[in-house]
């Protein structure tokens, strides 16, 4: 780290703390050189992501649009805004774990449908209803009957 009032390349850090609920790391710094006293900020950067769509255009990851989706799957179910939240955060942070810039919503699909179905079967059969785009009352049952397996 440069420091800012010699530009001497030496510091050393005197003190290291968590802040902005623990997104940032918040660290005082000493110049070896000239004494003075700076503090520095670290961030974690986040890689933006985007979603390939079934028509191939490619759209930024909008976790409100997956929660909405997610949300409308479960109305009227058991199933809690908390629930809702730690659903979407559990799949998020799957997409994020899979260290790719492009992620097919096919595979962002399969993630919630999977999360679906262990949470509450109702909200699984709609969402899977919408995603699989069932066609007629065979679709749903052979999805029914799969379920029970």
């Known amino acids: 780290m440069r420091c800012p009032y010699c530009s001497h390349q030496d510091d050393r850090v005197v003190d290291s703390r968590s802040c902005r609920d623990g ?50 799957a479960c109305y009227k179910t058991t199933v809690s805004a908390d629930q ?9 942070g799957q997409i994020g774990n899979l260290a790719e810039k492009e992620v097919p919503s096919q595979q962002v699909g399969e993630l919630v449908m999977r999360a679906l179905r262990e949470l509450n079967e109702v909200a699984y059969v709609r969402f899977a209803s919408v995603y699989r785009q069932f066609k007629d009352r065979s679709d749903f049952a052979r999805e029914l009957e799969q379920l029970a397996n």
């Not at 710094?29 to 000239?34: A, G, K, L, M, P």
């Not at 890689?47 to 949300?71: C, N, V, W």
């Open 84 to 92: 809702i939240e730690e659903l979407v955060d559990r799949v998020e």
């Open 23 to 72: 997104q940032a790391i918040r660290r005082r710094r000493e110049c070896v050189s000239c004494g003075q006293r700076f503090t520095t900020y670290e961030y974690i950067e986040h890689t933006p992501l985007a979603i390939i769509k079934s028509d191939g255009r490619r759209e930024p990851f909008d976790r409100g649009k997956l929660q909405g989706k997610i949300q409308l």
